[in-house]
């Protein structure tokens, strides 16, 4: 089990300039990765980077939410909205509503992976191999098997094996989960 704090993370300008992003998690590493997690700070309108082979899920965090234009769709992405998977080959174009956005994005290449909402106190359990929480507020996240910990908020909750009891959070979150290749 480890817990990653966002605030406690070094971003990293994005070569367009619109805006950071704090790497959460890299599974197995930085360059090879199956599994990444990222917290973004959307400053301004544009293009999302392409990832071919990759499938992506996205949440806002903060913020007033997102226009996402695709090539045959719009999708309006707000605070409270289930996470949205898309191709990372068929990336959008952003258009901010109101102002910046802080936004929760996974990305599995080669793996099995999927992003929800934690509604407090409603229990979950993990279908993958690997699991976490992101929490968007503090809490605490518990399981059926003893465990507890609390959470500050934008802080991330990983297990490298995910539990076979339900799970569940007394503050708002995502949870998280995947399988690696061959797993």
């Not at 609390?150 to 490298?160: C, E, F, K, P, R």
């Amino acid at each position: 089990m480890q817990i990653i704090h966002a605030g406690q993370t070094a971003p990293t300008r994005w070569k367009n300039g619109g805006g950071i992003t704090r790497a959460l998690l890299s599974l197995p590493g930085d360059d090879d990765w199956h599994l990444r997690i990222t917290l973004a700070d959307v400053e301004q309108d544009g293009p999302f980077s392409p990832y071919p082979g990759v499938r992506r899920w996205i949440a806002i965090v903060e913020g007033q939410g997102v226009q996402l234009d695709f090539d045959d769709r719009r999708h309006m992405l707000s605070p409270g909205d289930e996470p949205l998977a898309f191709d990372g080959g068929a990336p959008p174009h952003g258009r901010l509503l109101r102002g910046a956005t802080r936004d929760l994005n996974l990305m599995s290449r080669g793996g099995s992976a999927s992003m929800h909402r934690a509604l407090p106190g409603t229990p979950w359990r993990a279908s993958q191999r690997s699991c976490g929480l992101f929490a968007l507020q503090g809490g605490a996240w518990s399981c059926l098997d003893g465990r507890r910990v609390q959470l500050a908020a934008h802080a991330l909750l990983w297990l490298d094996e995910a539990p076979s009891q339900a799970m569940a959070s007394d503050g708002e979150g995502l949870w998280l989960e995947f399988s690696a290749p061959g797993s």
